[in-house]
Nanobody, 125 residues
Framework: VQLQASGGGLVQAGGSLRLSCAAS????????MGWFRQAPGKEREFVAH????????YYADFAQGRFTIAKDNAKNTVYLQMSSLKPEDTAVYYC???????????????????WGQGTLVTVSS
């Protein structure tokens, strides 16, 4: 499976962006999907996770209430809607796919099997 992330850009604090992650080569309907981000000089960190069916979602504390992950199996695409953006949200955002993960494993990037190339989000103050 190849993942292509898009939708990043420059936005002012308080603004919104929607990231997309389009899959090709295989269906992601049976895959759980996640979003991670990596700011300069920092480790990659978990943002959000969605089960294969799209019925269950999980978020990092900083994302709860501001970000929404969604999965459209018909379009083979995963989204991350981000609102009330802050300068500290500036990072490269990556989408990733995996088989089913138990809850304690969803935040570790090493548990994901395939990754997109990342899309840069810059939030200005």
């Amino acid at each position: 499976v190849q993942l292509q992330a898009s939708g990043g850009g420059l936005v002012q604090a308080g603004g919104s962006l929607r990231l997309s992650c389009a899959a090709s080569g295989a269906t992601i309907s049976r895959s759980a999907m996640g979003w991670f981000r990596q700011a300069p000089g920092k480790e990659r960190e978990f943002v959000a996770h969605i089960r294969s069916s799209g019925g269950y979602t999980y978020y990092a504390d900083f994302a709860q209430g501001r970000f929404t992950i969604a999965k459209d199996n018909a379009k083979n695409t995963v989204y991350l809607q981000m609102s009330s953006l802050k300068p500290e949200d500036t990072a490269v955002y990556y989408c990733a796919g995996s088989s089913y993960l138990i809850l304690s494993a969803i935040r570790d990037p090493q548990n994901y099997n395939y990754w997109g190339q990342g899309t840069l989000v810059t939030v200005s103050s």
